[in-house]
């Protein structure tokens, strides 16, 4: 048996000639559809230009990435002055607030659960069924 498997690595290098903080990343170009069924290598470049100073990277599931990506870029497209934490935490919400769009419209409905909030009350409630 197969199994789809995907490399993106990041790593952070504060000791340079220059003295600069950079980011190293590493990933393949390969991408699967239909639980690797159909896939293609070379067709993919899975790193995204936000803006001047930043990239998003992403991995997964295709059917979702573009909206994920689409909802960081959105959130942090001008944020051109802000430090590796601050920015991180900001694609981080925009990811959470999406995810929670996603999850309602492609997973919870076929449980005729109707919101994410619903979701939470059921899966925390004293009459717990999740």
């Known amino acids: 048996m197969e199994e789809v498997v995907t490399i993106c690595a990041a790593a952070i290098n504060n ?3 220059e003295n600069a903080t950079l980011i190293h990343l590493v990933f393949d170009k390969q991408v699967t559809f239909g639980n690797g069924a159909f896939g293609a ?3 993919m470049w899975k790193v995204k ?9 992403v ?6 990435l573009s909206v994920l990506r689409e909802a960081v870029i959105e959130a942090a497209q001008y944020e051109t002055k802000t430090g590796f934490r601050k920015f991180s935490r900001l694609c981080a919400k ?8 996603l999850l309602e419209t492609e997973v919870l409905t076929d449980y005729d659960i109707n ?15 999740l």
């Open 41 to 43: 290598d070379g067709s």
């Open 94 to 101: 925009a990811f959470r607030e999406e995810r929670k769009e």
């Open 49 to 57: 230009r936000i803006n001047a100073k930043w990239c998003v990277m």
């Open 59 to 64: 991995a997964g599931d295709t059917s979702s």
């Open 115 to 129: 919101s994410y909030q619903e979701y939470l009350d059921l899966k925390s409630g004293k009459d717990r069924i």
């Open 15 to 17: 000791d340079n000639q």
